[in-house]
């Protein structure tokens, strides 16, 4: 029974989050994307790539990313929520909240999200983990989030991580000149 339509919400919030369920269920979209790519050389294959391909095959070294969060900053432009005049938003970095009852591999995710308290951890209140912003989510302002052409939710991460890097006044897409807040 949903508790909303008694007019109350238990006191144990994720026994909330538990009586309120999406069943599982297919989502099929078109995936358009509209950004720019700086013109560049035909891709070829380097002795570099090639190099380094081969050893991450034969070797378990680290991916030497690491994602280091500004306080109260979009973690793409690093603005501010007074620079934005909106809020910032918590974005699930590792494990989006639709996933919470998927058979996860928490083995895997352990080793991807190392700050994470695990030995207190319970797989079966998966909640503890994939709510955790401290250890797995970044802050991202509306159009990093979910903006069209611009958000995670709309874009490859390769293509999205861009947006990043990019240098100041470089135009990413038809509607977007890169632009970061004072760092």
Not at 17 to 34: G, R, S
Not at 64 to 69: A, C, H, L, S, V
Request: aromatic share 10%; net charge negative.
């Amino acid at each position: 029974m949903d508790s909303r339509q008694l007019g109350q919400v238990p006191q144990n919030p994720y026994l909330f989050l538990l009586i309120i369920m999406t069943d599982e269920h297919e989502q099929k979209d078109t995936f358009q994307v509209d950004v720019l790519i700086p013109a560049h050389p035909t891709r070829t294959t380097t002795a570099l790539f090639e190099k380094t391909k081969r050893m991450i095959m034969k070797v378990e070294t680290l991916l030497g990313f690491t994602i280091k969060r500004q306080a109260g900053r979009c973690w793409i432009c690093g603005k501010t929520e007074g620079e934005l005049g909106a809020p910032l938003e918590a974005h699930h970095f590792g494990v989006e909240r639709e996933y919470i009852n998927a058979p996860l591999r928490w083995d895997l995710i352990a080793e991807d999200f190392p700050i994470f308290d695990w030995k207190n951890f319970d797989p079966a209140k998966p909640e503890i983990f994939v709510d955790n912003m401290s250890s797995q989510g970044i802050l991202l302002c509306k159009e990093h989030h979910t903006g069209k052409d611009t958000g995670i939710h709309d874009l490859p991460f390769s293509i999205w991580l861009m947006q990043r890097y990019l240098l100041d006044g470089t135009r990413f897409n038809p509607t977007e000149v890169i632009t970061h807040g004072k760092v």
